[in-house]
């Protein structure tokens, strides 16, 4: 069975640029969650999917990023434009039903803005 | 709101010796469950063990075990007989009823010595 899905795994841009990533999540999977992970720090939720619903976005700085999650499948991630704070790595993962089931995430993206 | 605290920034020891990591959480509620997660430098998170908060008995899987401690809202990761593989950043996390998401600590990056 394939795992979580990410790409591109790395990313160089300039600040001003807009980037995007994507995430395909383990098939069955209704929960989506992206994680900001900075240098030597843990996740840090960004926004989390049941389905096609983003039911948790508090932590998404809405005023640059923004994020999809078409049919309840797959999700894209954006930012436009990028800031040199925004370099970190992306994590997308993703867990079916309840509160005791583990969250299997992808390998990530590595931004870096420069 | 629901955090969670590694203490330990670094930690290393010889391979086959055994170490403990330590994790302390914070949450009003009294559903919820903790996990430890390996994060090698692939960077993809793997769960390594995993304890409900109702459950009294410690989790244990191989060489991992836990010693959960619910009124200290303490959750230590033990690893015993370390080997080189081990070597890797160890999140803990706490996923509580309500809120849903999955909060992570800062991690502690453990390095097993030949």
């Known amino acids: 069975e394939a795992g979580v899905v990410q790409s591109p795994r790395y990313k160089i841009i300039e600040k001003k640029q807009p980037v995007a990533f994507w995430c395909n999540p383990i098939?069955?999977?209704?929960?989506l969650y992206w994680y900001r992970q900075n240098l030597g720090q843990g996740p840090e939720l960004l926004i989390r999917?049941?389905?096609?619903?983003?039911?948790?976005d508090s932590q998404l700085p809405k005023d640059r990023f923004s994020a999809e999650r078409l049919k309840g499948v797959d999700s894209t991630l954006k930012i436009q434009p990028a800031e040199l704070g925004d370099s970190a790595v992306y994590l997308c993962?993703?867990?079916?039903?309840?509160?005791?089931?583990?969250?299997?995430f992808g390998q990530g993206t590595r931004l870096t803005v420069v | 709101a629901q955090t969670v605290t590694q203490s330990q920034p670094e930690m290393s020891v010889q391979e086959a010796e055994t170490v403990t990591l330590s994790c302390t959480y914070d949450t009003s509620e009294n559903n919820y469950y903790l996990f430890w997660y390996k994060q090698p430098p692939s960077r993809q998170m793997i769960l390594v063990i995993r304890?409900?908060?109702?459950?009294?008995q410690n989790a244990t899987e191989n060489r991992f075990s836990v010693n959960f401690q619910k009124a200290a809202k303490s959750f230590s990761l033990k690893i015993s007989d370390s080997q080189l593989g081990d070597t890797a950043m160890y999140f803990c996390a706490a996923r509580i009823q309500g809120a849903q998401k999955l909060v992570f600590g800062q991690g502690t990056r453990l390095t097993i010595n030949p």
């Open positions: 999917y049941e389905n096609e619903e983003a039911v948790d």
């Open positions: 993962a993703s867990s079916f039903g309840a509160l005791n089931t583990e969250a299997f």
């Open positions: 098939s069955g999977h209704n929960t």
């Open positions: 304890q409900e908060a109702y459950k009294q």
